[in-house]
């Protein structure tokens, strides 16, 4: 008996050390998942095990001329994949000037309506872009800082963590809408190789998953208008990849827009986030936000010199994001645990589809209103959009703004409200001297 006993307590002083090592070491794993500077590069290396290997399969395919080698082998009946092949690596290498969307109705068309019927598309228009909107900040919000599954006010529920699989969401419903829509309706022949558009795509997944990780440390408030303020980042990438140049007014609105989200930023309560670091965290995914959306603009710019719709646009890049964002959560094994938080809480599953649909249905009436009524009439509408979107992010979230801060909400928006109609002045001025040097 006093030899078991002797084994017995030697099996516990051999197993507890083991055990407790591996709750330590499970629990630091755990913590530094909490980091989002640790997901963002977890993120990041998913992402180059897609991009990485795509790269050398493009570089051998051109290297060994395909386009040559891929023929030869279609008429002797090999050849299966050449088609797919070269649609993804070399395309139609003709270029040509930005289309008009061929699947929404000219511009011209809606000059020649009735004024009755010009007003309801408007209204049309107006409406679906703020309620597609403003119900996709509100539901943004809510998914990002509230808990799940408390049934009184005293428990503390779940968290949703996990920013990249909202974007999976947003991005595989985005891409069903706009694939129907490309074999629903019209659309040019394409253009352009589809490996292109992948550039795009991973900044906009980046950009999306910097846009959610930002409300862990921020309010809504200061988000919407440090978007507001990336026309300053959009401006200098637009110098650096596209080498554009710009007006005075632009610069100065740009300084206006500058000024205002400081007053904001540095005059808002810190009652919701007091930690210095927390702040200083949101800052810099801000940042990150604001430089990928700029480079995501300036390179579909660029893409639309080659012959496509916005619809194409639209499919080609949600076709990468979706293949970027499954892989990188499948290798983590993220996938799956979002799925059980949405099994666990029904409410969540029902927030985070709505936040798909209003996504979806958004970019759709942005094409449409663009096409009807101009750039110039959409971005009032939006601005429209965030002001409203910060009042009423206040009123359900309870977020305090100062009188200072009020005041740099009312700089940022006289900005860009200055920017539209200097723009259109400077439209309108193109416009009537046209005619005449055409006539000479």
């Not at 407790?20 to 980091?35: F, K, N, P, R, Y």
């Not at 998913?46 to 290297?63: M, S």
């Not at 395909?66 to 082998?73: A, I, N």
Request: net charge positive; with cysteine.
């Amino acid at each position: 008996m006093p030899s078991f006993s002797w084994r017995l307590w030697l099996g516990l002083v051999l197993i507890l050390p083991s055990s407790l090592a591996a709750d330590e070491e499970s629990s630091l794993l755990q913590d530094w998942h909490d980091v989002w500077l640790f997901r963002f590069f977890l993120n990041v290396l998913g992402y180059t095990t897609i991009i990485i290997p795509g790269y050398f399969l493009i570089t051998y395919l051109k290297r060994i001329n395909y386009l040559q080698t891929g023929v030869d082998d279609l008429q002797t009946g090999r050849g299966i994949c050449y088609p797919v092949i070269k649609a993804c690596v070399f395309g139609s290498e003709s270029k040509t000037g930005l289309l008009d969307d061929v699947s929404l109705a000219p511009r011209n068309d809606a000059d020649s309506g009735s004024s009755a019927r010009q007003a309801f598309k408007l209204v049309f228009c107006a409406a679906g872009l703020q309620v597609s909107y403003l119900t996709w900040g509100v539901l943004q919000e809510r998914v990002m800082t509230r808990s799940y599954g408390a049934s009184t006010p005293e428990e503390e529920g779940e968290h949703f963590k996990d920013s990249q699989f909202l974007v999976f969401m947003n991005r595989i419903l985005a891409l069903t809408v706009s694939g129907l829509w490309c074999v629903l309706f019209k659309q040019p022949r394409h253009g352009a190789p589809m490996y292109k558009y992948s550039f795009a795509s991973l900044s906009n997944v980046l950009s999306s998953w910097c846009q959610y990780e930002a409300l862990k440390y921020i309010s809504f408030p200061t988000q919407v208008l440090a978007k507001a303020s990336k026309v300053i980042p959009v401006m200098l990438m637009g110098k650096i990849v596209s080498h554009k140049s710009y007006e005075y007014w632009e610069y100065l609105t740009a300084a206006l827009i500058s000024l205002g989200v400081s007053m904001f930023l540095l005059t808002s309560t810190a009652d919701k986030h007091p930690s210095t670091v927390t702040t200083f965290s949101g800052v810099v995914i801000l940042g990150g936000y604001i430089v990928f959306d700029s480079f995501t603009s300036n390179w579909q710019d660029n893409l639309f010199k080659h012959k496509m719709s916005s619809v194409q646009m639209m499919f080609g890049v949600n076709l990468f994001s979706c293949l970027f964002t499954v892989g990188s959560l499948l290798e983590q094994g993220a996938f799956f645990d979002s799925l059980a938080f949405m099994t666990r809480h029904s409410e969540f599953a029902f927030h985070a589809v709505l936040l798909s649909v209003c996504s979806a249905c958004g970019q759709l009436f942005i094409f449409y209103t663009i096409a009807q009524f101009g750039a110039a009439v959409f971005t009032i509408i939006m601005t429209l959009r965030q002001a409203i979107a910060i009042l009423l992010s206040c009123f359900l979230y309870g977020h305090a703004v100062t009188m200072v801060g009020g005041f740099g909400m009312a700089v940022v928006f006289l900005a860009l409200f200055l920017r539209v109609y200097a723009r259109s002045r400077m439209k309108a001025g193109r416009k009537v001297p046209q005619p005449q040097v055409q006539k000479v």
